[in-house]
């Protein structure tokens, strides 16, 4: 048996932080999905019940059909598989889906940016260009910034590190605004949540779970659309390493559950 988490609620102040977390809206069920299994079920073999999707169902908000169209999606889309004994039902990841989820983790739960280094690469105009993420991030038609430096000779590379006087247009071209102010806009609600909890009773362990999911699933919203390169690189109004730094600080206050623990306090509160 792992640690015990069983404790008092403030359902109120609970709620507060939910709509806080969602923006007061509905997420998109399949996609919060994703993130539970990454979050809860990511291993081989663990399985999350129906009952405590039921559960964490109820404490955000969603719709028995929604959750029903949405597992059905995912089902469908080659995610999860479902096994039923009698009346109750289990799901889990296929290997898959245990791969999807493995690759973006590092990004997601990291304290630091997941790329130290950086390259400024000039190509030959005339020539085509390379295509892929593995290319980096484009700033103009034969310029571009990534994570390794090409094996070809014909280009003009340089190193780029917090010594690089990078000029304010290509850091903009590194990261979409839409983004940017997306993460701004998570920063400040990170500090919200860490004020309402700092104020609050302590989480059940229910409660404990939803709230790792919804930080989880606010920041993979996020940033899954950045690039994936050195703090350096990204414009002032970019607020990743702000962001890390406070899910870490919630992460270490509200560390990952046991998925047995959780298991027995869905049944107990059944």
Not at 36 to 51: R, T
Not at 152 to 173: E, G
Not at 225 to 233: G, R
Request: net charge neutral; aromatic share 8%; proline share 5%.
């Amino acid at each position: 048996m792992g640690a015990q988490y069983d404790i008092s609620v403030d359902s109120a102040s609970f709620h507060r932080i939910v709509s806080r977390l969602t923006e007061d809206q509905t997420p998109r069920v399949w996609s919060l999905l994703v993130t539970v299994f990454g979050e809860l079920a990511q291993d081989k073999g663990a399985q999350i019940s129906g009952l405590m999707l039921r559960h964490m169902r109820e404490h955000i908000g969603i719709k028995p059909e929604a959750m029903r169209v949405a597992l059905h999606r995912l089902r469908k889309d080659g995610w999860i598989e479902n096994e039923r004994t009698g009346r109750t039902s289990a799901h889990h990841l296929t290997d898959w889906g245990r791969t999807q989820s493995a690759a973006a983790s590092p990004r997601i739960y990291s304290r630091d940016a997941t790329a130290t280094r950086a390259w400024l690469i000039v190509s030959d105009p005339s020539q085509s260009q390379p295509q892929g993420r593995a290319c980096g991030v484009w700033v103009s038609s034969n310029l571009r910034i990534a994570t390794t430096p090409p094996k070809d000779t014909a280009s003009f590379v340089a190193v780029l590190d917090d010594a690089a006087q990078i000029p304010a247009w290509m850091k903009n071209k590194v990261c979409a605004l839409q983004t940017r102010a997306a993460s701004k806009s998570f920063f400040e609600t990170l500090k919200q949540v860490r004020e309402e909890l700092a104020g609050a009773d302590a989480l059940s362990t229910i409660e404990h779970a939803v709230l790792r999911v919804l930080l989880v699933h606010a920041w993979r919203r996020i940033i899954l659309k950045a690039p994936e390169l050195p703090d350096c690189v990204f414009p002032q109004d970019w607020y990743g390493p702000q962001c890390r730094a406070l899910m870490a600080d919630l992460f270490d206050q509200f560390p990952k559950l046991h998925l047995s623990d959780l298991q027995d306090a869905v049944e107990n509160a059944s």
